[in-house]
C-alpha cells in the first residue's frame, strides 16, 4: 500500500518523531526507511505491548510517537492500550496491519479475519480502514483529525500476505 | 562498585526512602508496592506513581520518558513480578539504550498485592531450589551498569553513586515482602494526575 519512503515522506509531514514498532512482513518494508531517517527515531520493541506504553512515556515527554504492530500485536498488547488510552486518557495514534485481508489464501482460516475488527471495535478508538489505494489519504487525515479533537485513533490497514 | 552479599534484605519502604533522597531533580516512576510506598514519600512534580497500571509496562512507560527527555534522569522503581512480565523490555531498552535510564527492581520473590504467591523466579518455584538472578538477566540484556544491594547500610552508602553510574543502569534490591492491605491506589484521578506529570515533564 505504502512504500517506505512514501510513509517517511507522510510521517515526518504529519509531524511524528518517533515510530514504536515489531516488523511484520508487510510493514518491515518500511525498516530501511525508517531506519535511514534522520527526521524519525524507530524504537523497536520486543513484544507489542510495551509499544503502547513506551509510545505514552514519549508523548507525556513531549514526543509524537506512532506506534505500528499487526493485527496479532493488537490482540497481544490490549491491556497496555487499555491503560494508556483509557485509564490515563492519551491520544496515541496507531497503525494495525490487517493480517491476509487482501491474500487470504496465503493463510487459510486465518483466525485474525474473525477477531481483528471485533477487538478493534471493543477497544472503542476511533479507527479508519485502509484497503485499497484510493482510500490512502485517510491515513493523514484520520491523524490530524484525532490530533484535534485529542483523541486516540488507529488506522487499520489491509495486508496483502501473512 | 561493589556488590552486596549480604543475604539480608532490607525493609521497602526505608529503601526508596534513601533513593528519593538522591533523586530530587529526576522523574522517578513507580508501580506496585514501590508505588504504594512512592506515594507515602513527600511528592514532586516529576513523580509518577503509576496506578493504575498495565502491570509490567512501568519500564516500557519509563523507556518513553527518557527518550523524549534525554537531558533527564528518569528512574523506574519496578517489581519483580512485573519484571517478570515484561522480561523482553530489558533488551528493548538496551537496544535504545538511554543513558538517563535506571531501573530498579524491588525484588521481594513474591506477588506481594495477590497475597504473597512466590513468583516462578523465587527459589520455591525452581528446580534446584535456587532463585533467578534479575541482574544476571540484565547484565546478558546488555544493560551498561548493573548493581545489587540486599543491605539498607550498603544502599544508603552507594546509592547517589549507583544511579550515576554509566545509563542505562540496572539495580536490582532484594526487600521485604510487606504483607497485609498491600494494594497499590492512585493517589487522585488517573487522568487529572497524568496531566500534571505531562506538564512538569514539558516544563
Known sequence: ?162 | MTTSSNLLRMPLPEALQVLQAHSQDSVVISTMGAAREWAKLEPSPLDFVYVPSSMGQAPSLGLGVALAQPDRQVIVCNGDGCMLMNLGSLVTITAASPQNMVLVVMENGVYEVTGGQATVAAASRRQDGKPLQFASMARACGFKSVLEFSSLDDWTAQCAEAIKQPGPVFICLQVEPVMGDVSPRSPGPASERVRRFMEALRG
Not at chain 1, 527526521?39 to 506512532?66: I, N, S, T
Not at chain 1, 492519551?90 to 487482501?102: A, E, K, M, Q, T
Request: with cysteine.
Open chain 1, 1 to 162: 500500500m505504502y512504500s517506505g519512503e512514501e510513509m517517511v515522506g507522510l510521517l515526518v509531514d504529519l509531524g511524528i518523531t518517533h515510530v514504536v514498532w515489531i516488523p511484520d512482513s508487510t510493514f518491515g518494508e518500511w525498516d530501511d526507511a525508517l531506519s535511514e531517517s534522520r527526521d524519525l527515531r524507530l524504537v523497536q520493541v520486543c513484544r507489542e505491548g510495551e509499544a503502547w506504553a513506551v509510545a505514552a512515556g514519549l508523548y507525556l515527554g513531549g514526543a509524537r510517537p506512532l506506534v505500528v504492530i499487526q493485527c496479532t500485536g493488537l490482540l497481544e498488547s490490549g491491556d497496555s492500550l487499555r491503560n494508556a488510552v483509557h485509564d490515563y486518557g492519551l491520544p496515541l495514534f496507531g497503525i494495525v496491519g490487517y493480517r491476509s485481508y487482501l491474500n487470504s489464501e496465503t493463510l487459510p482460516g486465518d483466525t485474525c479475519l474473525r477477531f481483528t475488527e471485533p477487538v478493534l471495535a471493543a477497544w472503542d478508538v476511533p479507527t479508519v480502514f485502509v484497503d485499497e489505494f484510493e482510500k490512502k489519504p485517510l491515513l493523514g487525515q484520520h491523524y490530524r483529525q484525532c490530533q484535534q479533537a485529542g483523541d486516540a485513533g488507529i488506522v487499520l490497514m489491509a495486508e496483502g500476505r501473512a
